[in-house]
């Protein structure tokens, strides 16, 4: 194993990141190749590699079985390091399951705009219908204005998501930072949108790399076009064991 590898402690978006973006949400395929790739890498990595998603837990290990990687789901609210899951409860958001049923009412006239329920969060989607934005937005805003300040809109590509206020990726990133086998490592992290922006400031405060995978103003530090390309460069570094980014950027 390459000594760099073993200072490294690598963190994924998966939506816009390890896998294409799709116009509706359950309908991601993870490409047949990539969850080999990724168990090698974590080999290389002595286990620091994790999934960090807005997706459930559950959700994300159906796509990848029967291989189980470290995760971070929800945006952080439930999360597995070393095994060891906490998962969230949805039962402990009374107020937001009863949004989601409003919401529901909501948007049954709006052909194209989806709600994706996911328990703890609630996300609203317009992709299928980009001239429903403002509409979704300011059904969004009003919910979480309904809802007060335990809970926050995260905007994304086409989507509004609304979830707890204590949910980030950064916030999560620093958690796993804090553990086995992360602790002590140079975190990096990739991803594709504005819900990765504030895990991109995190590890850019750890001294780390942050990688932008397409367009859009960002703080990370390097760019790749697609996630075709991710996948390509990921490969390459389980094989060869040679970090793909510039190593001066850390």
Known sequence: MAKTNQNYALFLDFDGTLVDIVERPDAVAVDPA??????????????????????PVAFLDGRFMPHEFD?????????????RLSMSDPDEHPAL??????????????????????????????????????????????????LGADYRVQHGKAVAEILPSAAGKGKVIERFLHEAPYQGRRPI???????????????????????????????????????????????AWASDGSLPFNEDDC
């Open 71 to 83: 995760m971070a789901g929800l945006h952080g609210l439930e999360h597995r390091i070393a095994g």
């Open 97 to 146: 399951r009863d949004m989601v049923a409003r919401l529901d009412t909501i948007v049954a006239g709006k052909e194209g705009v989806l709600i994706e329920d996911k328990g703890c969060s609630v996300a609203i989607h317009w992709r299928l219908a980009p001239h429903e934005k403002d509409f979704a937005l300011a059904t969004a805003h009003a919910a979480v204005e309904a």
């Open 189 to 235: 992290f990739i991803g594709d949108d504005l819900t990765d922006e504030h895990g991109f400031k995190t590890v850019n405060a750890h001294d780390g790399l942050s990688v932008r995978i397409g367009g859009g103003e960002t703080v990370a530090k390097v760019r790749l076009a697609t996630p075709a390309d991710l996948r390509r460069a990921l490969s």
């Open 34 to 55: 990539l969850p080999e790739v990724l168990t090698r890498l974590r080999e290389r990595l002595g286990g620091a590699l994790a999934i960090i998603s807005g997706r």
